[in-house]
């Protein structure tokens, strides 16, 4: 197996060779690399007077440091929260029964068939249920605020290692499971456990459609809720259709600009569109972001804008039928 890692600034070229149980790393360097030493702050200045090539084993050539600041921007941790994550936490006890009961006639009927889950989504299921929890007191504390703002109760994993593990959502009038509750305790209950038992700072948590059967207020909370995420180092990626959604982060993103001399200029919001474009498929692009108006919605306005348009019309062509 042969991996090949290339950089144009600073000009070098890495190739990992794979055989049997050795590694080996070609190295080709034609400029100065310069590498912070993560454990005094000072600096490694690694310099090749001339292309070279070498084949030593990878151990001697890449120290710790070195990984580490490479890959010093790849989140140590990813935690992924599908579209339908709501339905699939409902379902869980469903599929688990089903495997369960097919399992006995396994290398007996050629006729079975289980279900099968993406490994996204397996891993989604797998730790919210069954992953190990571990507490961090600054996103423990969104999660509670977003069980009191939006919620209006709390949600708890339920189960020791030797139960099969359940959800529950309890408020003032009782406790439920979670397919007894509204689609909106559903759909957040995964990321309020999430926040209070599974991310750490730096890691990366990627949600999609956030927005999906909130009310408008609860969105614009949510929104308020993630920013916050990312200000104690949580990297969140979303995606949204929401026009509140993104209003909100706005205002987030405008409060900061106001309050810092240097704003978001180092981009640590980045916001994309996808253009669908006619016969040419669809295209990512880059969307601007300013310090004080944030994210740019010309998607969102074009279609209020239309819409706006054809109600003016239809006013218009009613109170001309009227005075005939």
Not at 80 to 98: D, K, N
Not at 250 to 278: D, L, Q
Not at 303 to 319: H, P, S
Request: no cysteine.
């Amino acid at each position: 197996m042969r991996i090949i890692v290339t950089s144009e600034n600073p000009q070098w070229a890495v190739t990992l060779r794979v055989r049997r149980k050795d590694v080996f790393v070609e190295a080709e360097v034609q400029s100065e690399i310069t590498l912070s030493d993560i454990d005094n702050d000072d600096y490694i200045s690694y310099l090749a007077e001339r292309v070279s090539t070498s084949k030593i084993p990878l151990s001697s050539f890449i120290s710790a440091k070195i990984l580490d600041y490479v890959f010093a921007d790849i989140p140590p941790a990813a935690h992924f929260l599908p579209a339908a994550r709501a339905g699939l936490l409902q379902s869980h006890r469903l599929v688990a029964a089903t495997m369960v009961q097919q399992s006995p006639f396994i290398g007996i009927s050629d006729q079975i068939a289980l279900p099968s889950l993406s490994g996204v989504v397996a891993d989604f299921v797998a730790e919210i249920l069954l992953g190990e929890r571990r507490s961090d007191r600054a996103f423990t504390q969104l999660a509670r605020k977003l069980e009191q703002t939006v919620l209006g109760g709390r949600v708890e994993r339920l189960g020791s290692t030797s139960e099969y593990p359940e959800i529950q959502y309890s408020d003032r009038t009782g406790d439920y499971p979670l397919h007894r509750t509204s689609s909106m305790v559903s759909e957040l209950a995964t990321l309020v456990l999430l926040l209070k038992s599974h991310v750490s700072s730096g890691e990366l948590l990627i949600v999609e459609e956030p927005e999906s059967h909130l009310h408008p207020r609860a969105q614009a909370q949510l929104a308020g809720v993630l920013y916050e995420a990312s200000q104690k180092g949580l990297k969140v990626m979303l995606t949204t259709h929401s026009d509140y959604f993104v209003s909100e982060l706005n205002i987030k993103i405008s409060e900061e600009g106001s309050t810092r001399s240097s704003g978001i200029s180092n981009g640590r919001v980045v916001a994309y569109w996808a253009n669908r474009i006619p016969d040419d498929g669809t295209r990512l692009e880059k969307l601007p972001v300013d310090p004080l108006d944030g994210i740019s919605q010309m998607s969102f306005t074009e279609v209020a804008e239309a819409q706006y348009g054809r109600q003016v019309q239809l006013q218009t062509n009613a109170a001309k039928k009227a005075e005939e």
